[in-house]
T-cell receptor
Framework: GEDVEQSLFLSVREGDSSVINCTYT??????LYWYKQEPGAGLQLLTY?????DMKQDQRLTVLLNKKDKHLSLRIADTQTGDSAIYFC???????????FGTGTKLQVIP | DAGVTQSPTHLIKTRGQQVTLRCSPK?????VSWYQQALGQGPQFIFQ???????QRGNFPDRFSGHQFPNYSSELNVNALLLGDSALYLC????????????FGPGTRLTVT
């Protein structure tokens, strides 16, 4: 079955790098996503990576995928207070398949 | 370009009642998915609509039903409300056959008392 796990909380100082980790169980996952949710808001798609990729970089965001260990990480460079939010890791088998989310990691950025 | 919109923003219902939530997808999108997000949890997939039919369904009882209209907008209906149905209901739209990116609306906060 599908299961996505994340640590619950991460605290970093402004200007440092943040690394949020995620593990998933379904080896047939094709797309892996990172979403951001700010208080009282819906989810914002930050980035996604195909399972045949190892890394994807998009401005301050770097996604690393270790398919063998089913481990996904999101690195945010030069973390800002505006990055404080809950970050969800998610996976799908692609196409129009449903997306399975983790429980979210709350990122706290200390000024 | 309007993104995904949902109505109402907040709703309070009594146990046993029925509720209808509405969603308009992002312009150009033809697929709508609904998710339930309980407090402190990640969203859970309810079902997905494409071409006015339910294409996929998550592990939710038949009390949860939906509809998609010819203009791609969608409704989520929940009958016989339980206290445990209190949650944020999120609608997401995407384009079948296009790049698989789901765009989420701001959600409807349902409180069942």
């Amino acid at each position: 079955g599908e299961d996505v796990e994340q640590s619950l909380f991460l605290s970093v100082r402004e200007g440092d790098s943040s690394v949020i980790n995620c593990t998933y169980t379904d080896s047939s996952s094709t797309y892996l996503y990172w979403y951001k949710q700010e208080p009282g808001a819906g989810l914002q798609l930050l980035t996604y990576i195909f399972s045949n990729m190892d890394m994807k970089q998009d401005q301050r965001l770097t996604v690393l995928l270790n398919k063998k260990d089913k481990h996904l990480s999101l690195r945010i460079a030069d973390t800002q207070t505006g990055d404080s939010a809950i970050y969800f890791c998610a996976e799908s088998k692609g196409g129009y398949q449903k997306v399975t989310f983790g429980t979210g990691t709350k990122l706290q950025v200390i000024p | 370009d309007a993104g995904v919109t949902q109505s109402p923003t907040h709703l309070i219902k009594t146990r046993g009642q029925q509720v209808t939530l509405r969603c308009s997808p992002k312009s150009g999108h033809d697929t709508v998915s609904w998710y339930q997000q309980a407090l402190g949890q990640g969203p859970q997939f309810i079902f997905q609509y494409y071409e006015e039919e339910e294409r996929q369904r998550g592990n939710f009882p038949d009390r949860f039903s939906g509809h998609q209209f010819p203009n791609y907008s969608s409704e989520l209906n929940v009958n016989a409300l339980l206290l445990g149905d209190s949650a944020l209901y999120l609608c997401a739209s995407s384009l079948t056959g296009g790049p698989y990116e789901q765009y989420f609306g701001p959600g409807t906060r349902l409180t069942v008392t």
